[in-house]
């Protein structure tokens, strides 16, 4: 008796918190950071920078903004054969209107 009753009750909990947990989710995936299309951006051009390597990791690192420019600082780290690497890439763009005025990539050693 007491084993059917803890049984009905995680299924009772189980099937009552998967709508939350789904809820959660969607609402994170439409929670976009600001800088998602800027990272986008970054990943693009530092692959056709590097076509014979694979983005293996991401990080955004921050930004700095001016009067009229922002700047978008990512770490990407690749691996092309047996060789990784980090390459730091800068995206300037003029804040009010998201031109972008230049793209400055750095490599880093391991």
């Given at each position: 008796?007491?084993?059917?009753?803890?049984?009905?009750?995680?299924?009772?909990?189980?099937?009552?918190?998967?709508?939350?947990?789904?809820?959660?989710?969607?609402?994170?995936?439409?929670?976009a950071p600001s800088y998602a299309k800027w990272?986008?951006?970054?990943?693009?051009?530092?692959?056709?920078?590097?076509?014979?390597?694979?983005?293996?990791?991401?990080?955004?690192?921050?930004k700095e903004t001016s009067?009229?420019?922002?700047?978008?600082?990512?770490?990407?780290?690749?691996?092309?054969?047996?060789?990784?690497?980090?390459?730091?890439?800068?995206?300037?763009?003029?804040?009010?209107?998201?031109?972008?005025?230049?793209?400055?990539?750095?490599?880093?050693?391991?």
């Amino acid at each position: 008796m007491m084993r059917k009753l803890f049984m009905a009750l995680g299924i009772f909990l189980m099937v009552n918190a998967a709508p939350l947990h789904m809820s959660t989710i969607v609402h994170a995936q439409q929670q976009a950071p600001s800088y998602a299309k800027w990272g986008r951006l970054a990943m693009k051009e530092t692959q056709a920078k590097y076509p014979q390597a694979k983005i293996i990791d991401y990080l955004h690192e921050g930004k700095e903004t001016s009067a009229d420019a922002t700047i978008e600082k990512f770490k990407l780290w690749l691996k092309e054969g047996n060789k990784e690497f980090g390459v730091y890439v800068k995206i300037k763009y003029t804040t009010v209107t998201e031109k972008v005025v230049n793209i400055e990539f750095q490599e880093m050693a391991r």
